[in-house]
């Protein structure tokens, strides 16, 4: 069985280090914490140990590209702070350890940052602030709401819990938009192959066969259109560069952000998976906000920066307003359309039974699980219809590529 070396931390907050047998590095891992460590590093061992043998050099950190750190980086730092001061670990110390067990050049150095601030009497909370890259309101307020309380690892643990599945959450969406994503870009390189470098050389035999009579209408067209592309290859490309450019940078203007939200909410099917997404989304951001002691109002304003679709935002913005004039939430939720009756059912029971939060929850498990057969469903109809997508835009040039070689047939064989 393999042998793994592990560098770890004890309930004590001091540095272990031995080793494990075990069958994959997921196995030591369990072994680590069923013995009461949190595991920093395992790697396997190569050969056996000796004694006086010199330890490992320390490796180098590694900077993300261009010094970008991603979610997963810091959900699992999150997660890993957590366990840290749940083990009773200062949080002093848990920084100072997470620096130098992070591999990240960038977020080694966001820690230490943050360590030196705590260690100049600051709160953590206001460490976060100089980072909003990274830490945004949800995370700073709920960091802040956990040090007012006492209970920073309770809220580190909920934050981690939220981040991972939020993070699972945007990947299933995200690979709904793979496989089609895929077959327009096959289709594109295909079409462009055929009109530069198969469609030019049919022209040729075309006009040495039949010494200039009549092609086929699609023919006439399908050359054409190999002959405009051909000309003008660089006009083609620098619009489509053009095009895609302004349609992102008119994205993300106030106007065009709100068309475009329309316009996907309205696509069947993929209008419904982006309000299934955008209701787990909500409810899962509100309830842990509340969860973690931080005001309604205040969570509202945070969940409607952090929801992406502006006619949710929208709505979430209506709903704060009246509750901050004496409403409850259920009441003003019913009123937007973008919130489901049994969602407002949920959320008015959760209010009269003191357990808005914990209901919250479950509206967003419920949703993450019909994410999951919505994503199901859009993939099951994607993939017929980008096949015949795909069979459409090159049989067409392969038609208009035969009927003149038909022709050709029929006239030597006359």
Same mark, same amino acid.
């Given at each position: $069985? ?9 309930? @004590? ?18 072994? =680590?914490?069923?013995?009461?460590? $949190? ?6 061992? /190569? ?18 590209? #261009?010094?970008?750190? /991603?979610?997963? !980086? ?22 100072? &350890? ?15 940052? =943050?360590? !030196? ?9 206001? *460490? ?8 945004? /309101? ?5 960091? +802040?709401?956990?040090?007012? *309380?006492?209970? =920073? ?9 939220? $981040? ?21 870009? &096959? ?9 530069? &470098?198969?469609?030019?050389? #049919?022209?040729?035999?075309? !006009?040495?066969?039949? +010494? *200039?009579?009549? =092609?086929?209408?699609?023919?006439? %067209? ?9 000309? @003008?290859?660089? %006009? ?34 993929? *209008? ?6 955008? %209701?787990? +989304? ?52 019913? @009123? !937007?359309?973008? #919130? ?32 999951? @057969? ?22 067409? %040039?392969?038609?208009?590529? #035969? $009927? ?11």
């Amino acid at each position: $069985m393999p042998q793994f070396s592990y560098k770890a931390i004890d309930g @004590n907050g001091k540095e272990r280090r031995g080793k494990v047998n075990a069958a994959s590095p997921e196995e030591a891992n369990s072994q =680590l914490t069923n013995m009461g460590l $949190m595991p920093l590093e395992v790697t396997e061992s /190569k050969g056996r140990s000796k004694r006086g043998a010199s330890k490992p050099k320390a490796q180098k950190k590694k900077s993300s590209l #261009f010094g970008r750190i /991603k979610n997963e !980086e810091l959900t699992l730092f999150t997660r890993q702070l957590a366990t840290l001061l749940r083990s009773g670990v200062p949080l002093l110390r848990g920084l100072d &350890v997470m620096e130098r067990q992070e591999k990240n050049a960038k977020l080694a150095q966001i820690i230490g940052s =943050l360590a !030196e601030n705590v260690r100049a009497g600051n709160s953590f909370s206001d *460490g976060l602030t100089q980072y909003p890259k990274y830490f945004d /309101k949800l995370y700073v307020n709920m960091v +802040r709401a956990g040090e007012a *309380g006492g209970v =920073l690892e309770t809220v580190l643990d909920r934050l981690a819990g939220f $981040m991972e599945k939020s993070l699972r959450l945007r990947k299933r969406v995200k690979s709904a938009m793979v496989y089609p994503s895929v077959v327009v870009f &096959v289709a594109i390189v295909i079409v462009v192959l055929l009109m530069v &470098v198969v469609v030019p050389k #049919f022209e040729q035999i075309f !006009e040495e066969m039949l +010494r *200039g009579a009549a =092609l086929p209408t699609v023919t006439q %067209i399908v050359i054409g259109t190999s002959r405009f592309i051909q000309e @003008n290859i660089l %006009i083609v490309l620098g619009a489509i560069v053009a095009v895609a450019v302004i349609g992102r940078i008119l994205v993300k203007t106030p106007a065009g952000g709100r068309a475009k939200d329309m316009v996907l909410y309205k696509l069947p099917k993929v *209008g419904d998976l982006l309000s299934k997404a955008n %209701i787990a +989304r909500f409810t899962r951001t509100f309830g842990t906000l509340l969860s973690s002691g931080v005001p309604i109002l205040d969570a509202l304003v945070i969940t409607r920066e952090i929801v992406s679709n502006r006619y949710f935002a929208d709505a979430i913005g209506r709903i704060h307003d009246q509750v901050r004039d004496g409403e409850s939430v259920a009441g003003p939720m019913a @009123n !937007e359309k973008v #919130f489901p009756t049994m969602v407002t059912s949920m959320v008015e029971v959760g209010e009269e039974t003191g357990e808005l939060d914990e209901m919250l929850t479950r509206v967003a498990d419920n949703y993450d699980e019909d994410v999951d @057969n919505a994503v199901n469903g859009i993939t099951s109809i994607i993939e017929p219809v980008m096949i015949v997508f795909l069979a459409v835009v090159v049989g067409f %040039i392969v038609i208009a590529l #035969f $009927m003149p070689i038909i022709k050709i047939i029929e006239t030597l064989s006359v």
